[in-house]
């Protein structure tokens, strides 16, 4: 393998999820068609996942957590994406153990409760992006030589800014369906079930991590309306082709807003209300929470009524200006400035 100039750091299993190696992947390609070498630096169990998406075998480092991989790679800059739930105390040391090792580092950053926080006393990264509509509202400044925030920097692949000028009325009354990658609480046949007796047109692709149930299968088979996709390289297309988008809570906001689809979406956890709340308010998309004592109750009986109001359907303008799709864009930009001899 070149040496690659940039490395991305990322991981991908059942409990963190698929979505953080996909945006990964989605700013590699970025990065690659501005000339400059790519490696992604993965533990042993995130390979399948990385070669299933298609990540080039050849540009994949062994990595396990803590930062000494980075010894084997001359790379000008390392790039985490570190910060899953759960994940932001590890990802703090590990960024530390990179930067006392005297290596540049950004950090792809999360909102509360998983946002990045340098450890005391170490050195801080060059620069942290938080690409999220709303950051600067949610979290301090972090402690980094740079801090860059906002929707317009939500790393999207580059289907979806080839495909926005596709998009006009009237929208497909069709339903797209994704539970991310792994769909680790089944939430997938709990919405098929409810919106396969609708007679909507149902596309429901499952992840490359999750599998078809027994009642998807049975489902899918008792009505011809709901089809099952396998996994697929990127959903641009598929949600172009839909009117509306449903499903578990994730990266999937961003992609069906950059093409001006609505969402209706179930978080199933008590992090991140106050962003995702903006992220509603703001005409963004309907988020449901699954709380006691109804759970998920609410968000199956709208999913139920999907298409008696005109209005599920109908092309969310808030939304297509608020993500443009040059986010990977905007992201390489100030990569770039970061890459080549150090100061």
Partial sequence: MTEPTIVLRADARPEIGLGHLRRMADLAHAIRARGAGIGLACADDTR???????WPEGELIAADPGGAWAAGTD?????????????????????????????????????????????????????????????????????AARWEAGAHLAILGTAYATLRPQVSEPLPRRVLVSCGGSDPTGLAPRIARSLAPTGLAIDLVVGPLASVSPELSRLAAAHPNLRLLPPQPGLAQAILAAGVVVGRLGLLRYEAAALGRSGIYLHESTAYRPYLDRFAAAGLAEIHYSDPPLGDGPFLDRLARL?????????????????????????????LTLTGPAP
Avoid: C, K, M
């Fill in 75 to 143: 790379a000008d800059l390392i790039v985490t994406d570190l910060n899953w739930h759960g994940g932001a105390p590890a990802a703090a040391a590990e960024i530390a153990a990179l930067t006392a090792a005297g290596r540049r580092v950004a950090v792809i950053d999360a909102v509360p409760p998983d946002h990045f926080t340098a450890l005391p006393d170490s050195v801080p990264p060059a620069l942290v992006v938080t690409p999220y509509l709303g950051a600067r509202r949610l979290r301090p400044a972090p402690r």
């Fill in 307 to 335: 298409g008696t109001d005109p209005a599920d359907f109908a092309l969310n303008r808030a939304a297509l200006a608020a993500v443009d799709g040059q986010g990977a864009r905007n992201v390489v930009d100030l990569l």
């Fill in 48 to 54: 399948p996942a990385a070669l299933s998406i298609g």
